[in-house]
Every structure is written in C-alpha cells, then in structure tokens.
C-alpha cells in the first residue's frame, strides 16, 4: 500500500500523482477497474425492428385473407355491394400498415444492427484488464488485453 501522504495528496487530486500508484490504492480498496457497459439502444432496436417486420407480414397476411374473402363474396344487392366496400377498407387498411410495419422495421433493425456490430467491434478492439499479480519473488500489476 502506498504511503499515507500519496493517498492523500490522490485524494486531492495532485496532477502529478502516478497511474500505478493509483491503480495499486484501487485495487486495494477493492475497486474494480472495468470497461463501462454497452448501451442496449442497439440491442433493443434491432429487436424492436424484427417485431415491426413480423407484425408487417402478419398484416400482409390479413389482407390476403380478406381479399379471399371479397373474392368469394355474394355480388347480388346493394347491401352486397356494401359489405364488399367493407372488406375492401379493411384489407387496404391491413396492406397499407403491413407496408408501414415493414419498411419501419427493415429501417430500423438495419441501423441498430449497424451500430451493435460497430459497437461490439470497438468495445473488443479497447479491451483491457488491470488486476494485481502475485509473483515468486514480490507482487505487481497485471495488465491484460485483447485485440479482434
């Protein structure tokens, strides 16, 4: 453990005070020194933009069956013709959200898997571990990394 007057000239945060000196008061105190945590943004949009494109389809789906159903339809009475103006809205209603639900979510899980895979990448290029080494003939610092 450093000296009394070091941790106290680091606890006033004298400019000069060295990195392994510090490094070594952390350790002691029992402070982890680690990588801070990714965002789960990326994460979440690029799950949320899945959902979209399935919920796409499952409207597409929809509409499908609908216009199934206006096929197969009864065109004889006016009153006929009204429930087909009916399915008619309700399938262009169904087609028109399963474009906005894909387009949506194509857009949107593309640039959160972007910027997942950018993230991983940049996390896994910067990793470093600081931990204290016992050895044979004294102790030290341990500084382990890695490199994609």
């Known amino acids: 453990m450093p000296a009394r007057r070091y941790v106290s000239e680091l606890e006033a945060g004298k400019p000069t005070c060295q990195i392994g000196k510090a490094i070594t008061v952390a350790v002691e105190l029992g402070i982890v020194i680690d990588q801070p945590s990714r965002s789960p943004l990326p994460m979440i949009g690029a799950i949320t933009g899945g959902a979209f494109v399935l919920v796409g389809f499952l409207c597409w789906g929809k509409a499908s069956s609908l216009q199934s ?71 030290g610092i341990a500084i382990t990394g890695s490199t994609p």
């Open 69 to 139: 159903d206006i096929d197969d339809a009864p065109a004889n009475t006016p009153a006929d013709f009204d429930a087909i103006k009916e399915l008619e809205r309700s399938a262009d209603s169904y087609a028109g959200a399963g474009n906005f639900l894909f387009v949506a979510g194509a857009v949107l899980g593309g640039f959160s898997a972007y910027y997942l895979v950018k993230n991983r990448r940049k996390h896994a290029s910067t990793t470093a571990l600081i931990g204290p080494a016992l050895f044979d003939h004294g102790a």
